[in-house]
């Protein structure tokens, strides 16, 4: 029997260590809790022990650097490289086995662990969020079985091979890149005759005793399952081990922790002086649910924005009359013609890529201590999707017609929905459009999205009394804002970008001809 021997979680913020040393060699007969190696992180250096007895066989080399939950070497049992004495009524059994040979059922099963892979060159950890397949569950090869979420978007997990998937991940864990997921056992052969000694050898494994009374390794906590008994003053013979031969885990240690501390009631009082509670009808319920990987990552991001750039908001408003009666006019033929409804985000988008030309700076960026200016428009979408905030680009914008602008805002938002979005759809870009006017919002000063430098936000159309010519009249009017980093942008550069849009958006006529 081979039994893995992994790198262990050594600190929440942890997630590889360098194989230093090792203690013992490969092909070296090791006792169990016998210290084989020496790990060593950014913080401390931390010893690796033998899980149970039997032949060394070393697979991660000296300086190597290992991602937690990673496979360092294997313990093989030692028992499997002799023969064994066997008890006479076991041989007996074994002679009248061998005289009648009957179809045995060959096992040609292999199981193989899933690990989590490399999805991208800043991330190190994700989170399972959930398993589409239960453990227990026959898959097919490239099946997906579960989903990874990282800060930055979903991805999923597929089966490496067709087999019976036996989860060790749980849902919610957070999992350095590399880490082992789960495992995947290949399904058995078919029955064939066994011979004499395929016989004798499956009555010796049917022989092998099953650990139901106390063994050497019952009741015998990992170094970490010793460490916290010990800190919580809990006696390990009290504890159950769910571990190899009924070795008592970390998990056992966390859950005995849990069972030996005994909740008191807290005694109810009442101040001497309190007023009298008024019974509130109704249900007064909350939850909690823990933060996901993309909402902590918006959380640090628009956080920094805020504290790294000089940002400043510089508002405007234009008459959408002249675009809502294009739309209106023109709106079933440019569907029935281009397949995709004509919208306002074309519109602005258009806007926007005209208005870079002439101010530049708009889409330009801060790297160390240069300023970075782009000759093409990528034009970042902001979209809410179920799991949050998140921002695809479309890309050389300024080249596009309306009709491929509409396709590729419905494609993304799509994807977004199903969040399907890959990293190469979100990163990039030289400017931002958000639209808080499709959930009511009037005005706003938008976040800049990093390491942009400006955002545009649209909001919703309202018919509001203005002068035009001298007269007072009704026009659907929406206020735009532009959030700028001032370091990049100067005030006469902002507002001279957003008065060209207002332009361009006022007399559609001059998107068509540039001017």
Known sequence: ?????????????????????????????????????????????????????????????????????????????????????????????????????????????????????????????????????????????????????????????????????????????????????????????????????????????VAQPVFTDKNYASGTPSPAAGKILAEKGIDPQAVTGNGVNGRITKEDALKAELAATPQVAKPQTKPVSAPVQVAVAGSRNERREKMTSLRKTIAKRLVAVKNETAMLTTFNEVDMAPIMELRSKYKDKFKEKHGVGLGFMSFFTKAVCEALKDWPAVGARIEGEEIVYSDFADISIAVSAPKGLVVPIIRNASSMSLAEIEKAVVTLAGKARENKLTIEDMTGGTFTITNGGVFGSMMSTPIINSPQSAILGMHNIVERPVAVNGQVVIRPMMYLALSYDHRVIDGRESVSFLVRVKQLLEDPARLLLGV
Do not use: H, Y
Request: glycine share 8%.
């Open 1 to 205: 029997m081979s039994l893995e021997i992994k790198v262990p979680p050594v600190g929440e913020s942890i997630t590889e260590v360098t194989l230093s040393r090792w203690i013992k060699k490969d092909g070296d007969t090791v006792e169990m809790d016998e210290v084989i190696a020496e790990l060593e992180s950014d913080k401390a250096t931390f010893e690796l022990t033998a899980e149970q007895a039997g032949t060394l066989k070393t697979i991660a080399k000296e300086g190597d650097t290992i991602p937690v939950g990673a496979v360092v070497c294997s313990i093989e049992d030692g028992g499997t490289a002799g023969v064994k004495e066997v008890s006479p009524a076991v041989a007996a059994n074994n002679s009248a086995t061998a005289v009648a040979p009957a179809p045995v059922a060959a096992s040609n099963s292999k199981s193989i662990e899933v690990k989590v892979p490399a999805v991208g060159e800043s991330i190190t950890e994700v989170v399972l969020s959930r398993w589409i397949k239960k453990d227990g569950d026959v898959v097919a090869m490239d099946e997906v079985i579960a989903e990874l979420e990282s800060d930055k978007a979903t991805f999923e997990l597929t089966a490496e091979q067709a087999g019976t998937l036996k989860t060790i991940a749980k849902e919610g864990d957070t999992l350095a890149i590399g880490a082992v997921v789960c495992s995947i056992a290949a399904g058995s052969g078919a029955a064939v005759t066994a011979t004499p000694i395929a016989v004798a050898a499956a009555s010796q494994a």
